[in-house]
């Protein structure tokens, strides 16, 4: 008897799996796929969440600032359905398309990791559904691959590498030699490979020293630490990120490996008010963009983002809350220029008989393929300053960044020394890979 | 007792070959993956048998996933049964090779000596940026037997229809296998090698053999993931995969080649269904599912359907 | 020979952190033959526990110094109530099962308790950075190392004296020892092995608990820190012989110069010097360094 309700109970499971999970209205639906366990949970996916439920919350309501300023997407309602982006490849490419044949999701945003970015494209590409990568640092997504259906409105990691570079080499043109210390992964391996590259280039004089790569979350650099500190060079790159990097600078900062090293870090800011007390001062640091803990950027936009964030969940908009912001904020815009194109065509009188037909046409929502058109090539405004999208067809975005370097007052971490660089001067022109593109001195050929 | 099982098998890849052009597309997916996951866990069943449990055969998964993914890249050709081909090759001759060393281990060593493997190939694959490092890469299936299939619109239905083929096939030999003299062996190891090796076989030549197959079934299904997936990651060599085919050996149970079908089947389900529905605390979920599972059918999912027999044991 | 002097420090460090996080996986496994991956967990709750309790105890203003005499009450109160619960409430249940199905049986533990932290604890990150500057720091080789470092090396050796000396020299230990020989007989002994299983799991729980506290002021304190540490873990124990301490305390050794040594010389190769040793070890020794003869089964 027992093992007859086991039964029964299995069946049920099943079919509760396989039976249609939403019902059907008319909202639009977005799939937002982000960490929600793990290590990249606390600084990357929770806060990416957080931002979409407040962003979508006050869109829907009509609250923010103009040019956004519109109910939902032209006036429809926007839905969200979660998912974890924990578990490899695999299981993210299968959830992937349950979440888009099953749940019918209109769009889908998401993605931190480029292994996922890499996994998940191509699948987007062959279901035909509207995906909008949030952020992967890795520029091979566009660089090897003509996506129609992928956007990504952020830019790639070779921005914060080449302006690290610059914004170090205008104070210290004399640097001698570097170390680094990255996690053994691939964002880690290429962003420490572009450094290299940027400095050849840039510093040919500089010599590389120690070139540490330790285990994505280890936990202890102890030995990286010792190896670091007897080389004593100029500067140390860093592309550790989240837990990693507060547990390399809690153990590095009290055996006095910045006394003499300057430290670079490119995937810094979302923890910087984290990191108070271990943090050097004069430490390098991007924000990726120009988020809220560095610049001075005071625009309608940015207010409306830090106070939705903040209301939302206490804290201080970060990197991954801009990111969701971009992707949002882009689609939103991309759908209503594709609806009001859409209106703009239909020419009701032209044709008497066919008018409430044509209206009816006119008035119904964009296609996908409208959509993909109005985005292709889109600049708009975010709360992050302009983005473009520029790259891989009009597929990947470009924006300024800043850099500055840390000050840490009163417990808390500021940022001076403030310099923007513009989107142009970091980022690769169309048709060239990022890599080649700094191998050739910036230029298109040599 | 007339052998139902093969029968049984037979109708249900049938079955399961109609329905795919009934059910939905998210449904094939879904089971297409299952069955991936299935062919793996075939051979971790064959191994159970023989009384071993790997950490490691994510090795076997990974390198088959790998060998099919780089078939274009190494040979130029992107056929879709050369791919099987090379993933059968590769992972033979490896199992080949580490069996002579593998075979004198047991219980949680034999664990965790192929866990030491397969972390070392994840630690290989990292480090190769010519291969993607971590992030990997993309795997695209053009032909199957130079038929050009990938733009006909069948595509999914083509990779579902060969692994369906190939798990049943799969299954079918190791069902006349375990029926086999030299299959029968296995479980005998299990029990008592010393008496086995009294008896004149070897039990280190029985283990050797069983590795090897099992690897092969391994590699076949990483082979079969990389071209449903479409990409490929050496996390697919990393120990929390391995673990992951050792929750459903053990969910499923070993005494039916169909149990591990039905156990991956339960398994994508049952976590495909924990990510919707609680995408904050799926692992609470997966996990109380488990220990249910363990705790109120000791020999697995498998047991509800031979109920009858046990009775008659007892 | 500077670089040598710097190989050996860190590597003592590292082994000793190793030794910490392992020695109660070994002492679960010798006992009970249970590989524990909830270990992982108790490790990331005593962190947890340490840095909030901790946090919350100096933010009342009580001299920092008192902060080791709460890391240490975290410690065992994580494995007072933690351990008995799950010895109690599941595992008991289990001990006739295979061992394959315990380790199972500890990974489900593991998922749910993943969850469970990140409902108590929520995913923000948690600091206890005081006790790690505290001790003041010492210099060698033109390097400067916090004296916390040494407290590591104190603690490592104190556990495994203590441990040494209650197996050794107590009653309890004499008891526990021999169940780990051969529990049947133990128990026709006349000894409560269900008694003995509930201490050692007990105690195995504070251990795990103790190497997450001491921990948690050198890192960041926030989800997923218990599954990178279980591996390290794992490795120390099958390299040192399952179940055997002075196996552990050399394999502990053993992994940490080797990875001090990779790091120093050939960073590359640190992603895998702890597999490499490992499958070097079981191929030379195919039951770790130190394992107890089997009587083979006839």
Redesign the interface.
């Known amino acids: 008897m027992k093992s007859f309700k086991i039964k029964i109970a299995l069946v049920t499971i099943i079919l509760c799996c396989f039976s249609k999970a939403f019902a059907d209205d008319d909202a639009i639906k977005i799939g937002f796929i982000s960490y929600l366990s793990g290590p990249a949970s606390s600084d990357y996916g929770l806060p990416a969440k957080h931002a979409a439920e407040a962003i979508i919350k006050s869109i829907n309501a009509g609250n923010a600032p103009t040019p956004y300023s519109m109910k939902g997407f032209s006036g429809t309602q926007i839905e969200l359905i979660f998912l974890d982006e924990a578990g490899g490849s695999t299981k993210q490419v299968t959830e992937f398309t349950q979440l888009v044949m099953r749940h019918k999701v209109d769009f889908v945003i998401g993605y931190l990791s480029s292994t996922n970015c890499l996994a998940v494209a191509p699948v987007a590409e062959k279901l035909k559904i509207l995906t909008i990568l949030l952020d992967c640092g890795t520029a091979r997504i566009f660089e090897e691959n003509d996506f129609k259906y992928v956007f990504r409105t952020r830019s790639h990691s070779t921005m914060d590498v080449i302006a690290a570079a610059k914004y170090f080499l205008t104070d210290h043109p004399e640097i001698k030699n570097f170390s680094g210390i990255n996690p053994n992964y691939a964002y880690g391996r290429e962003s420490w490979r572009d450094w290299n590259a940027v400095m050849s280039i840039l510093a040919p004089q500089a010599e590389k020293q120690s070139s540490q790569m330790p285990k994505l979350h280890a936990g202890l650099y102890g030995s990286e630490i010792s190896s670091l500190a007897r080389k004593k060079s100029d500067v140390i790159y860093s592309s550790l990120w989240g837990g990693d990097l507060k547990a390399f600078l809690m153990q590095a900062s009290p055996r006095e490996l910045f006394k003499e090293t300057k430290l670079i870090l490119v995937a810094g800011e979302p923890n910087l008010q984290n990191l108070a007390g271990f943090i050097p001062d004069g430490t390098i640091v991007t924000s990726r963009g120009m988020t809220s803990g560095m610049m001075e950027n005071d625009s309608k936009l940015n207010r409306w983002l830090i106070e939705i964030f903040q209301e939302k969940s206490g804290g201080l908009a970060t990197y991954p809350v801009y990111s969701t912001a971009n992707a949002i904020l882009g689609l939103k815009k991309a759908y209503e220029k594709a609806r009001l194109t859409k209106l703009q065509k239909a020419v009701p009188m032209a044709d008497v008989a066919g008018v409430q037909d044509g209206m009816k046409q006119a008035y119904l929502p964009p296609n996908t393929k409208q959509i993909i058109a109005a985005f292709e090539g889109l600049d708009f405004e975010t709360p992050n300053g302009r983005v473009e999208m520029a790259l891989g067809k009009g597929h990947q975005a470009i924006h300024g960044t800043s850099y500055g370097t840390t000050r840490t007052k009163d417990g808390k971490v500021y940022t001076e020394n403030v310099k923007f660089f513009p989107a142009k001067e970091v980022q690769p022109p169309k048709n060239i890979k990022s890599l080649d593109w700094i191998l050739n001195g910036f230029q298109l050929t040599k | 007792m007339p052998d139902k099982t093969l029968t049984f098998t037979s109708i249900a890849a049938l079955t399961l070959v109609i329905s795919g052009g009934v059910l ?4 094939i ?2 089971v297409t ?1 299952s069955l991936c996951y299935g062919t793996v866990v075939l051979g971790m069943i064959l191994l159970a048998r023989t009384g071993l ?1 790997s950490f490691g055969h994510g090795l076997y998964y990974c390198l088959g996933a790998y060998s099919a993914g780089t078939s274009k890249l190494f040979w130029g050709i992107s056929d879709l049964i050369f791919m099987l081909l090379t993933a059968i090759i590769l992972t033979a001759t490896i199992s080949f090779a580490l069996g002579f ?1 593998l075979r ?2 047991r ?3 034999f ?3 192929s ?3 397969s ?2 190939l ?3 694959l ?2 190769s ?1 010519y291969l ?7 795997v ?1 299936t053009q032909t199957i037997f130079g038929y050009d299939f990938l733009d006909s619109g069948y ?1 999914r239905y083509i990779i579902f229809l060969i692994t369906t083929f190939t798990a049943w096939l799969c299954c079918f030999l190791m069902h006349l296998y375990l029926k086999s003299n030299k299959g029968r062996l296995a479980d005998a190891v299990k029990d ?4 086995v090796e009294y008896l004149g076989a070897s039990a280190a030549k029985i283990i050797h053999t069983n590795y090897v197959i099992s690897a092969v079934l391994a590699g076949l299904g990483g082979a079969l ?1 990389a071209i449903s ?3 490929i ?1 050496p ?2 060599s ?4 391995s ?1 992951e085919f ?2 459903i050996t ?1 969910m499923a149970g070993t005494s039916s080649v169909l149990a591990p079908f039905f156990g991956s089947m ?1 398994f ?6 924990a ?3 609680s ?6 979920l ?3 599912t ?2 249910i599972i ?5 020999d697995g ?1 498998w047991s ?1 359907f031979t ?1 009858k027999k046990k009775h008659r044991s007892v | 020979m500077n670089s040598i002097v710097a190989i050996i420090i860190d590597g003592l460090v590292y082994s000793s952190w190793l030794f910490i996080v392992a020695v109660g996986l070994t002492l679960i496994y010798g006992v009970m033959k249970i590989l524990n991956i909830a270990h992982g967990s108790f490790y990331a709750i005593g962190a947890y526990t340490a840095a909030s309790l901790t946090g919350s105890w100096l933010a009342l203003g009580y001299d920092q110094s008192t902060a080791f005499l709460i890391m240490l009450f975290s410690a065992v109160l994580v494995g007072f109530t933690l351990g008995p619960i799950i010895e109690r409430g599941i595992l008991k249940y289990m001990y006739q099962r295979d061992e394959i199905v315990l380790v199972l049986v500890t990974y489900a533990l593991f998922l749910m308790l993943e969850d469970i932290i990140k409902l108590i604890w929520g995913v923000n990150p948690y600091f206890l950075y005081q006790p790690y500057g505290l001790l003041g720091s010492f210099e060698i080789v033109e390097l400067t190392y916090p004296n916390y470092n040494l407290l590591l090396i104190g603690c490592a050796i104190t556990i495994g004296c203590f441990l040494t000396w209650f197996l050794q020299k107590t009653r309890h230990g004499k008891i526990l020892l021999a169940v780990i020989h051969d529990r049947e007989i133990a128990s026709t002994q006349g000894i409560n092995v269900d008694r003995v299983y509930f201490l050692t799991f007990t105690l195995g729980t504070v251990l795990a608990a103790l190497g997450g506290v001491l921990t948690a002021p050198m890192i960041s304190v926030q989800p997923g820190i218990g599954a990178e540490t279980i591996v390290m873990a794992f490795a120390v124990v099958v390299v040192g012989g399952l179940g055997s301490l002075p196996g552990a305390a050399l394999a502990a050794i053993l992994i940490g110069l080797v990875r001090s040594g990779a790091v120093h010389l050939f960073p590359d190769l640190d992603l895998f010097s702890i597999y490499l040793v490992m499958a070097t070890v079981l191929i030379f020794k195919p039951k770790g360094l130190f394992s107890a003869q089997e009587e083979r089964q006839i």
């Open positions: 939905p597309q998210w449904a997916f879904l993956v449990v060393l004198k281990y219980s949680i060593f664990a965790m000596l866990l030491a493997f972390m070392i994840y630690g290989l990292s480090k940026s993607g490092s971590t992030d990997g890469f993309n695209t595509a008592n090698e010393l008496r993931m997936i479409g990409h990651d996390e697919m990393y120990w929390t995969t673990g050792v929750f053990i339960l994508t389900t049952v976590r495909s269904f990510y919707e529905y995408p904050d605390t799926w692992q609470l997966l996990g109380t488990m220990l363990i705790i109120f059918l000791p999912l509800l109920r």
